[in-house]
């Protein structure tokens, strides 16, 4: 079946820092892919998404391209905040587009 | 617009007894999904309905079970609690019939401790 494989962390970076997260997928079809989110104590947020191949999304400083051809989703940052401390989770979605598959999530800490 | 509302937020239960979550949806959203979210499993699909009809189901027992109603709020139901049942459970809501090209928004999540 289809299945998220990310870092898993946890991601400890100073202020200013530049931020890779590394996400890559199993899939039949084309799916779209999704980064999400999560403040303590919160439910999911989407940050961005793709929905096919060499597309960018973008979302508060954040960006991650679609490729096929390495079946890869890196989230990247190029000046992370305190306020960016959070779990980020990569996922995707079927052709189908019924439900998500996340993946394990990677805890993100950002110190000042 | 009010976002995805679960109730209640917290619950402590007993091994053995059952327990129904709630969901309510962004108004006018049609699509319900509800995840589990356990520290070893990750987040793990359970259910999704659309229009009162399950779509679909992840891989877990018979206990778990759900239901929609007509207007598109939605409930989960987990019979003789386990242990392992306990977890944060996230419901997501979309506006149309599929979620590539809309976004999913989630719940808070209901936070389930089994003693």
């Avoid at chain 1, 919160?42 to 940050?47: F, S």
């Avoid at chain 1, 096929?68 to 779990?87: I, M, N, P, R, Y």
Wanted: with cysteine; hydrophobic share 30%; net charge neutral.
């Amino acid at each position: 079946g289809d299945s998220v494989t990310q870092m898993e962390g946890p991601v400890t970076l100073s202020e200013e820092a530049f931020l890779t997260i590394n996400c890559t997928y199993t899939a039949t079809g084309y799916p779209s892919l999704f980064w999400y989110v999560q403040y303590p104590g919160e439910g999911l947020q989407l940050l961005l998404k793709a929905t096919k191949a060499d597309d960018k999304g973008s979302n508060k400083g954040f960006e991650a391209t679609y490729r096929k051809e390495t079946t890869s989703f890196h989230l990247e940052k190029g000046s992370v905040q305190v306020s960016d401390s959070a779990v980020y989770f990569c996922a995707l979605i079927d052709n189908y587009g019924q439900n998500f598959v996340f993946g394990p999530g990677t805890r993100l800490s950002v110190l000042p | 617009k009010a976002g995805v509302t679960q109730t209640p937020r917290y619950l402590i239960k007993t091994r053995g007894q059952q327990v129904t979550l709630s969901c309510s949806p962004i108004s006018g959203h049609r699509s319900v999904s509800w995840y589990q979210q356990t520290p070893g499993q990750g987040l793990q699909f359970l259910f999704e309905y659309f229009s009162e009809t399950q779509r679909n189901k992840g891989n877990f027992p018979g206990r778990f079970s759900g239901r929609q109603f007509s207007n598109s709020r939605s409930e989960m139901n987990v019979s003789t609690l386990e242990l392992g049942d306990s977890a944060l459970y996230l419901c997501a809501s979309t506006g149309t019939a599929s979620s590539m090209n809309t976004e999913a928004f989630f719940g808070q999540g209901t936070r389930l401790t089994v003693v």
